[in-house]
């Protein structure tokens, strides 16, 4: 493989300063080489991509991700799509995933024990295309709880959305699997939802011996827990028990933030408020009108969700995008309109915006030392896009204007125009 230069680009490099004029060299799979001036960087035999002015940033990364969410309305029509097209539906999930710009992702559940694995050691090996990939376990819950789709007519108490566990032996035992099965982290469902009325998000489910418990496990093979947290018991929970991804924090109070901020070096938060918002006004073509989706819940989860959130984020609790895409509400690929989110409603500037994609998105994947910004040495996942996201940031949002996506080094979507005059250059 060939070096690559990327010349006459505005670098936008993920760390929160201005963006500036320069060229990018990668060798491998890595940066070499940052150049901060208009002069290109030219070694012998490279391969020249002219950005003509576009920006270049680091890759994204979404962190609350479910490949297998199937773009359904309910939670088992998701799970009640046969195993072989599941697999073939993730793979191309992750496809889209990593041309739409998402360098990485965050598994936040799959909806089939082992879909997670075998998706992201399939990526691994080179044998599809995606993201760089932390996967994760089948939602964990409690009877009655988000997940439980069991039905007491069917004689198969496995039939269901997420896997039930009823003390702390058996979350022992579930937990055991999922870590023997190879995920990277055990998702719990602490909290409730209002997508399942007769457990609304300001309930909490789980006790904490079931959490110790699951937690105990997670230590001992050195994995992370995650964990759907809406209520603030639930996000205190999560807190006490040492879970490291938060997901939602709908719900907050002065002894929950105080957690959080003194927690704000090791947690992550993922709220997926987009899904708030879909309920709340694009819902209707599948049944849920505004005023029943604000009956279920969703307006005041939604105004305490804003003041939740704009509380953390003035005391630098790290807040990343993604969430719960993948419903047919809220369709795969529409990922950065969290972006636009935490700008219009959160009190984000873009750039914190942009930032909390890239620098906090290699941190939650673990390898903040050498991905999420481009610096030399680090990892060449990196954005070629039409436009400047500081002015627009709805255009990471635009398939058009995303003009090439590389990850490891190599191009998983070319610049079509540069491509053809770097060529005619390292000719």
Same mark, same amino acid.
């Given at each position: 493989?060939?070096?690559?230069?990327?010349?006459?680009?505005?670098?936008?490099?993920?760390?929160?300063?201005?963006?500036?004029?320069?060229? @990018?060299?990668?060798?491998?799979?890595? +940066?070499?080489?940052?150049?901060?001036?208009?002069?290109?960087?030219? !070694?012998?035999?490279?391969?020249?991509?002219?950005?003509?002015?576009?920006?270049?940033?680091?890759?994204?990364?979404?962190?609350?991700?479910?490949?297998?969410?199937?773009?359904?309305?309910?939670?088992?029509?998701?799970?009640?799509?046969?195993?072989?097209?599941?697999?073939?539906?993730?793979?191309?999930?992750?496809?889209?995933?990593?041309?739409?710009?998402?360098?990485?992702?965050?598994?936040?559940?799959?909806?089939?024990?082992?879909?997670? @694995?075998?998706?992201?050691?399939?990526?691994?090996?080179?044998?599809?295309?995606?993201?760089?990939?932390?996967?994760?376990?089948?939602? +964990?819950?409690?009877?009655?709880?988000?997940?439980?789709?069991?039905?007491?007519?069917?004689?198969?108490?496995?039939?269901?959305?997420?896997?039930?566990?009823?003390?702390?032996?058996?979350?022992?035992?579930?937990?055991?699997?999922?870590?023997?099965?190879?995920?990277?982290?055990?998702?719990?469902?602490?909290?409730?939802?209002?997508?399942?009325?007769?457990? !609304?998000?300001?309930?909490?489910?789980?006790?904490?011996?079931?959490?110790?418990?699951?937690?105990?496990?997670?230590?001992?093979?050195?994995?992370?827990?995650?964990?759907?947290?809406?209520?603030?018991?639930?996000?205190?929970?999560?807190?006490?028990?040492?879970?490291? @991804?938060?997901?939602?924090?709908?719900?907050?109070?002065?002894?929950?933030?105080?957690?959080?901020?003194?927690?704000?070096?090791?947690?992550? @938060?993922?709220?997926?408020?987009?899904?708030?918002?879909?309920?709340?006004?694009?819902?209707?073509?599948?049944?849920?009108?505004?005023?029943?989706?604000?009956?279920?819940?969703?307006?005041?989860?939604?105004?305490?969700?804003?003041?939740?959130?704009?509380?953390?984020?003035?005391?630098?609790?790290?807040?990343?995008?993604?969430?719960?895409?993948?419903?047919?509400?809220?369709?795969?690929?529409?990922?950065?309109?969290?972006?636009?989110?935490?700008?219009?409603?959160?009190?984000?500037? !873009?750039?914190?915006?942009?930032?909390?994609?890239?620098?906090?998105?290699?941190?939650?994947?673990?390898?903040?030392?050498?991905?999420?910004?481009?610096?030399?040495?680090?990892?060449?996942?990196?954005?070629?896009?039409?436009?400047?996201?500081?002015?627009?940031?709805?255009?990471?949002?635009? !398939?058009?204007?995303?003009?090439?996506?590389?990850?490891?080094?190599?191009?998983?979507?070319?610049?079509?125009?540069?491509?053809?005059?770097?060529?005619?250059?390292?000719?």
């Amino acid at each position: 493989m060939s070096d690559v230069v990327f010349t006459n680009v505005r670098i936008l490099d993920g760390t929160g300063q201005n963006p500036y004029a320069g060229s @990018v060299l990668v060798r491998g799979n890595r +940066i070499r080489q940052v150049g901060r001036s208009t002069a290109p960087i030219a !070694p012998g035999g490279a391969m020249v991509v002219d950005g003509a002015g576009a920006t270049l940033m680091p890759g994204m990364c979404e962190a609350h991700t479910h490949f297998s969410w199937n773009d359904a309305a309910t939670l088992s029509a998701i799970q009640r799509m046969p195993l072989e097209e599941h697999v073939l539906w993730c793979a191309k999930v992750a496809k889209r995933y990593l041309q739409a710009g998402f360098t990485s992702c965050v598994g936040a559940a799959c909806a089939k024990p082992r879909l997670d @694995v075998v998706i992201r050691n399939a990526i691994n090996a080179g044998q599809i295309p995606g993201p760089r990939y932390l996967a994760a376990s089948q939602e +964990i819950t409690v009877p009655g709880g988000l997940g439980d789709e069991t039905l007491p007519h069917l004689p198969f108490p496995e039939f269901s959305f997420g896997v039930n566990v009823n003390s702390a032996d058996e979350m022992r035992k579930v937990v055991r699997m999922f870590l023997k099965y190879g995920v990277d982290s055990i998702k719990l469902n602490l909290s409730g939802d209002n997508f399942t009325p007769d457990s !609304p998000a300001e309930t909490t489910w789980m006790s904490d011996e079931e959490v110790d418990a699951a937690m105990r496990e997670v230590r001992v093979r050195g994995k992370r827990g995650t964990a759907h947290a809406r209520s603030a018991a639930s996000v205190r929970q999560a807190l006490r028990h040492g879970i490291d @991804v938060i997901y939602h924090a709908s719900f907050t109070d002065e002894e929950t933030l105080d957690m959080l901020e003194a927690a704000k070096d090791r947690i992550f @938060v993922a709220p997926g408020i987009a899904i708030l918002y879909a309920m709340l006004h694009e819902a209707e073509p599948y049944g849920i009108t505004h005023e029943k989706a604000v009956a279920m819940g969703y307006q005041i989860e939604w105004d305490a969700a804003l003041e939740s959130l704009q509380a953390m984020h003035r005391r630098g609790v790290r807040i990343l995008p993604g969430g719960d895409y993948g419903f047919a509400f809220t369709p795969h690929c529409q990922n950065a309109r969290d972006l636009e989110f935490f700008v219009k409603y959160l009190g984000f500037t !873009p750039m914190e915006a942009i930032r909390s994609a890239t620098l906090y998105g290699g941190q939650i994947m673990m390898r903040g030392h050498e991905l999420g910004t481009i610096q030399d040495g680090h990892l060449a996942d990196l954005l070629l896009v039409d436009g400047d996201p500081l002015a627009n940031i709805a255009i990471l949002r635009d !398939p058009k204007r995303i003009l090439a996506v590389m990850k490891d080094g190599e191009f998983a979507k070319a610049p079509e125009i540069a491509s053809q005059r770097a060529w005619e250059h390292a000719a």
